[in-house]
């Protein structure tokens, strides 16, 4: 009875549209959805995926299929790497009978470090966005987000000062578009590389020591990081074009101090 009853429902959002005015996004915002993810090394890790999906809608139709974005997450069985989540955006074009669309996936990563002396092993979290996008020409475009907190140490405050030199955490955000698989321990690797010094999740006293005399060895302004980082992505040839910023988080003053280049 509710097969016959479901056949004569009437499905208005497939009606036509009269106001002749296409729609550029339209689809779900900030779904949260477990998710499987391919690391570097082989491993796969889980996390929680926050996810935004949208399509664009022709002017001669009423409005776009909602669950088949669900659907669409439900049904994804294997594991998240660059390459399957750009079979997840043809799959939603496909789906969801459209020209164009993107899709944004942001979760927080986790990379096992290991303490510079004790070797000490602990695990530190990276906020990590994976962004694609399908344009009306069917060129896809896919791009790496993530933030990486480091320790940064004030040049000026080291030369001024008969002791001692100001320090601060620092954050580090590279929004790079690929043009093919990059891992995203490629990107933190290249930054931490960068900083003054790494962050680590547990450090014993001799690691303490490492990480305050390197930051100490390695002063760097905020223009230098950006600087550095940026001088490093410019010369991968997996990166189509970047954005870094780096923000520091000032230790003697109220207020934030940042830079920003953008790329290729």
Known sequence: MNLIRDAFMEDVQNLPDLRELAIDQVGIRD??????????????QHSVATISMSVALSHTVKGTHMSRFIELL?????????????????AMIEKLEARAGSVSMRFTYFVNKEAPVSGVKSLMDYEYTLQGEIKPSGETAVSLRILVPVTSLCPCSKKISQYGAHNQRSHVTVTAQIAETMWVEDIIDLVEGQASAQLYGLLKRPDEKFVTEQAYDN?????????????HLSRDARILKYTVECENFESIHNHSAFAVIHGK
């Open 74 to 90: 439900n049904s994804q069985e294997e594991p998240l790497t660059v390459a399957s989540f750009r079979c997840l955006l043809d």
């Open 219 to 231: 002063p760097k302004f905020v223009e230098d990081m950006v600087r550095d980082v940026a001088g």
């Open 31 to 44: 779904i949260r959805h477990p998710l499987a993810i391919v690391q570097r090394d082989g491993g796969v």
